[in-house]
């Protein structure tokens, strides 16, 4: 596993190098731990080089059960980039990851209020009878309404 843990730290330089966040830097790092673990847990013990789509797909459906489709393509997108930085590397011939799709995310398409609709809102917003409340209910309508 030291061998992995060197990868894994190169690989995270070129995160720092590219300029990602230090929370996706984290997520990626315990995602690939755990898949380290994952992986030496397994018997026999498969080499690095040899580890192919259909072990990668155990390990997606070992970590993915009863969980979110926006938590599967997370970790799709984690193993995917680290199959490519691997393929870079030489350690493999092909990322095995590179072909397996996510599931399909749709998004609530937002509903567009009205002017009259926004109106009442704000008015709704500033009618507290209490002077804090009704600070804080404008504050909130405009932080949510807020284009940015």
């Known amino acids: 596993m030291q061998r992995w843990d060197r990868l894994l730290d190169q690989y995270l330089e070129r995160m720092v190098a590219r300029g990602l966040s230090e929370e996706y830097q984290r997520a990626v790092r315990r995602q690939l731990e755990q898949l380290g673990c994952w992986l030496k847990s397994r018997r026999p013990r498969p080499a690095f080089e ?3 789509a259909e072990l990668l797909i155990k390990y997606v459906r070992n970590r993915t059960t009863f969980r979110s489709k ?3 393509s997370g970790v799709l997108s984690k193993l995917r980039g680290w199959g490519e930085f691997l393929v870079l590397q030489g350690i493999w011939t092909s990322n095995p990851m590179r072909w397996i799709q996510g599931p399909k995310i749709r998004g609530r ?7 009259a609709a926004m109106q009442r809102l704000w008015e709704g917003a500033g009618q507290s009878r209490q002077s804090y409340y009704r600070h804080l209910w404008l504050a909130v309508l405009a932080l949510i309404i807020s284009p940015n």
């Open 50 to 52: 040899q580890v192919d």
């Open 70 to 72: 926006a938590t599967l």
């Open 109 to 115: 398409v937002p509903v567009r209020i009205g002017s």
